[in-house]
Every structure is written in C-alpha cells, then in structure tokens.
C-alpha cells in the first residue's frame, strides 16, 4: 500500500527566502503526486500534480515540485517566499494499480517572516 | 461555478443523535470522497465512491456510512456518532481516471463537535 510521509510539521521561511517542503511516497511509483495548499478556515485547493509527463511539474503561484524517482521524493520549491504563502500544504498519492483511494501526508505548515 | 457544497459547515451534537452531512458537486464528476482532519493526522479518507451505487471504505471508515443514488450527492452519515468522531470533514469530487483518482475539488469543511 501506498504512503506518504512529509518531513516536517512546521517550516519557517523569512520573507525572499528560498521555500522547500519535502514529501517522500513509498516505493512504488503511484500514476499522480499532488501537492495542494489549504489557507486558514479553507478547504484544500490544488497547487500541481505529477502525472509522468514531466519530472519538473510548475503549479500556481510560483512554485513548483520535482519527481524523483531514485529517492521516491516529490519536494516542493518556490524560490522567493512571500507572505502570503502561510498556509499548510498536503502531499498526496492516488493509490494507482487498480484501487482509487487517495493517501496524503500529515501535512507541513508553512510560516513566513517579515 | 464549479463547485462543491457542504452542510452544514458547523455542527454540535450529543453522542448518539444521528446525523448526516450533505455534500453536493456540480461538475458531473463520478468519483467522491470522504475525508477527515485531524492535528498532526494530515487527511484520512473515510470513504469514496466510484459512481452511482458505487462505495467503497477508506481507511477509517468506522462509524460512518454513505451512500450514492444520485451523481452529484454524496451524503456522509453518523449512525451513532461519539466524542472521537469529533473532527473538521471535507467532501470532495474528481474526475474517473483509469489510472487512479485525478486531482480533487474540496468543499469548504464541515467542523463537527460531538459531546
């Protein structure tokens, strides 16, 4: 079965910093990685998905992930953070192979500094 | 607007008062889902369905029931619900792929709270 494990609950960024937030699946590649964004009191809205198109997958505001399959990570980058970016950001996994169940990960909150 | 509707978005009960949470989509989507939200837990699914009469359990699907007799309601019922079913609940619907579950549309959330 499939899972998902983000490393890090919290994560603090300054204001311009480089944003990273990882998320690693377990050892059989699923068919889609998604990573979505939920902003407080929201429900949780799509920022990219891997579909195996691409390694490098481009979302919505500015960031974007890379598949690698060596080290079964799906990370989440935006090179220059802003405020407006707090939220907590879920990975997750369609579970593929037949079954249609949908695994996230435990989720990292992202908090930005002035 | 497309989109998926939850109701209601808050609710407070006593253990053991059935209850159910609609949830409706109008994208003509045939997958939905149950999930619940837990601090720490990240989303649990709770249960899905396919299509019309279509169901099936998530990971945690104890306690909960569902069905599906029409394409865009996916009403998530608490038999007897207790103080752990406690939690903030979110429908959400998709597109079928024949590879696994494409990208998923959320509804707002439902926070339950169950003394």
């Known amino acids: 079965a499939q899972s998902v494990t983000q490393l890090g609950s919290h994560v603090s960024v300054s204001e311009g910093a480089l944003v990273l937030l990882r998320c690693n699946y377990s050892?059989?590649?699923?068919?889609?990685l998604f990573w979505y964004v939920q902003y407080p009191n929201q429900g949780l809205q799509l920022l990219l998905k891997?579909?195996?198109?691409?390694?490098l997958v481009k979302g919505i505001n500015g960031f974007e992930a890379e598949f690698k399959k060596s080290e079964t990570s799906f990370h989440l980058t935006k090179p220059s953070a802003h405020m407006s970016d707090a939220a907590e950001y879920f990975c997750?996994?369609?579970?593929?192979?037949?079954?249609?169940?949908?695994?996230f990960g435990a989720g990292t909150r992202l908090f930005v500094k002035a | 607007e497309a989109q998926v509707t939850q109701n209601p978005r808050y609710l407070i009960t006593v253990t053991g008062k059935k209850l159910t949470v609609t949830c409706s989509q109008n994208?003509?989507?045939?997958?939905m889902s149950w999930y619940r939200q837990d601090p720490g837990l990240g989303l649990r699914q709770i249960y899905y369905?396919?299509?019309?009469?279509?169901?099936d359990k998530g990971d945690v699907p104890e306690g909960y029931k569902v069905s599906r007799k029409e394409k865009r309601n996916f009403p998530l019922i608490l038999e007897s619900p207790s103080p752990n079913q406690t939690s903030l609940y979110f429908c959400?619907?998709?597109?079928?792929?024949?590879?696994?579950?494409?990208?998923?549309?959320f509804g707002p959330g439902t926070r339950l709270t169950v003394t």
């Open positions: 959400a619907s998709s597109r079928r792929s024949g590879q696994g579950t494409d990208e998923q549309y």
């Open positions: 050892s059989s590649v699923p068919p889609y």
């Open positions: 891997y579909t195996s198109a691409a390694t």
């Open positions: 997750a996994v369609s579970e593929g192979t037949g079954g249609f169940k949908t695994i």
């Open positions: 994208m003509n989507h045939e997958y």
């Open positions: 369905s396919m299509n019309v009469e279509v169901t």
